[in-house]
């Protein structure tokens, strides 16, 4: 069994891809120990991002599996593909136009079995020039083992998004058997799938492990289905949600962690979505008020009183404000002017 599978899902991905590989056949734990699982998730750039990939395994046969799927299954499918084809005992995603550091491996995979750690989460260093190489790793003192033993430690876990615990998928290495032996998938031909996936690894897991080291880089691309044009795909958070929450009540976890879900979901489906529809400068209309707001209801009818979410801050207020109004034209404009608002702030604080 080799130590660590590496699945990239590739779409149209030529142009990014190599520097990926390349850098995942640098790593210094040994092309012996690791198996790298490059999933073309039916490209259509006339044949260069499989080209790529069958180069790779032709050159590296014991290292390199070549998966080409028929059907484009987005990002999460083309995982999902690539779960079923591991074979390593941690596993990890890397995106086609990211990379990783050489040391990244080892030193996940030597945590992982240090602090027999079901997940191992590292740092993350955005760069916006594809062309850049960083040549030091950026440490810092805070790695910590949070071992998952009590019901209330669960529950702080859960609804936790910071630098050290997020809610995606990336910088993470994964015990393979975990997610085997509790079915964990991502939602298939929709973006915005990652909760699909993280929730139900917090829910599984029970050592996650911090490791206070930046070893993935990720490529903030203009391209990407999260910072490109995605209009077909506006409801897809709202949509994996939904799938979320129904293997969760049918998993009989939804009612146990019914506040923890709550949050979640206002957080990260009905914030995310109405965030990024103020980004990409969409005027919400009364009609998708209410669609969400009736989502909300629907699993959550006293969302707005949630504990977690009460007397937090702005954006959480403002939620809580959303799903309490009646949606009218008069009340939506004042919601798309705070939305507009937040934007902009936000934006400031980025461009500090």
């Given at each position: 069994m080799k130590k660590v599978s590496v699945v990239v899902a590739c779409y149209n991905a030529s142009y990014y891809l190599e520097k990926c590989v390349d850098h995942l056949l640098a790593q210094t734990i040994g092309l012996e120990n690791m198996e790298i699982i490059l999933v073309d998730d039916a490209s259509v750039d006339d044949g260069a991002t499989l080209d790529i990939i069958m180069k790779y395994e032709r050159e590296f046969p014991d290292v390199v599996m070549a998966i080409p799927l028929e059907e484009n299954m987005k990002q999460?499918?083309?995982?999902?593909?690539?779960?079923?084809?591991?074979?390593?005992?941690?596993?990890?995603?890397?995106?086609?136009?990211?990379?990783?550091?050489?040391?990244?491996?080892?030193?996940?995979?030597?945590?992982?079995?240090?602090q027999d750690a079901d997940v191992v989460e590292c740092r993350i260093m955005d760069v916006t020039d594809h062309r850049i190489e960083i040549d030091d790793i950026e440490t810092g003192p805070d790695s910590v083992l949070l071992e998952l033993d009590t019901e209330k430690?669960?529950?702080?876990?859960?609804?936790?998004?910071?630098?050290?615990?997020?809610?995606?998928?990336q910088k993470k290495l994964y015990r393979l058997s975990m997610l085997k032996d509790h079915e964990i998938r991502f939602a298939e031909h929709l973006i915005f799938e990652e909760p699909s996936f993280v929730v139900p690894v917090r829910l599984a897991e029970k050592r996650h492990y911090f490791l206070d080291e930046a070893?993935?880089?990720?490529?903030?691309s203009p391209d990407s289905s999260m910072r490109g044009e995605w209009g077909t795909h506006k409801w897809d958070n709202r949509k994996v949600w939904i799938i979320l929450l129904e293997n969760l009540k049918q998993n009989g976890l939804f009612e146990k962690y019914y506040a923890e879900i709550e949050y979640l979901y206002m957080i990260s489906c009905l914030k995310?979505?109405?965030?990024?529809?103020?980004?990409?400068?969409?005027?919400?209309?009364?009609?998708?008020?209410?669609e969400q707001v009736d989502t909300v209801k629907h699993y959550f009818p006293h969302a707005s009183e949630n504990q977690y979410l009460v007397g937090q801050g702005k954006w959480e207020e403002f939620l809580a404000t959303v799903v309490r109004i009646e949606i009218t034209e008069e009340s939506m404009a004042v919601v798309n002017q705070m939305l507009r608002k937040f934007v902009c702030v936000e934006q400031k604080r980025r461009n500090r």
């Open positions: 999460g499918g083309a995982r999902n593909v690539g779960i079923f084809y591991a074979g390593g005992e941690y596993l990890m995603f890397c995106d086609a136009d990211d990379w990783l550091m050489p040391e990244a491996l080892e030193h996940l995979y030597d945590a992982a079995k240090e430690k669960r529950k702080e876990f859960l609804i936790r998004m910071d630098k050290k615990l997020s809610l995606g998928s070893l993935y880089i990720c490529f903030l995310t979505t109405l965030r990024t529809w103020g980004q990409k400068g969409y005027t919400v209309t009364v009609q998708e008020m209410q």
